[in-house]
């Protein structure tokens, strides 16, 4: 199956109150895996562009905690989508093997990084060419 139709948008459920929201994100409920690592990124402007890569085993959820990005998900076959998250209480789920690019962070973006594995740099794929000869191979 494309990695694009495994990504997905997840929406959280907010308990909130009259003293404001509260969202809970737990591993293996709310997001389909465990969660090992736990990263965010902030102060990159409209002008840069994160992500670039691949995993071969890492998963992960992507919330906009506050402000607004965009991702965009290839599956080395010729299909992208682009994703706006905008709201705290959303994220986007990527499979293992999903190029991503995240971009046109708002000034105030804070991206939550959720993963399933903990960091190692050998399971990363960051040429898009080397991961077009991979994902092709699965087929």
Partial sequence: M???KSA???E???CGDERGELIVVEGMQDVPFEIKRVFYMYGSDDTVVRGKHANLRTEFVLINVAGTSKVKVLDGRGN???YLLNRPNTGIYLPKMTWKEMYDFSADSVLLCLASEHYDASEYIRDYD???KLI????
């Fill in 80 to 82: 992208e989508t682009i």
């Fill in 136 to 139: 092709n191979k699965e087929v």
């Fill in 12 to 14: 959280f459920p907010g």
């Fill in 130 to 132: 080397e991961y077009l």
């Fill in 8 to 10: 997905a948008m997840l």
């Fill in 2 to 4: 494309s990695v694009i």
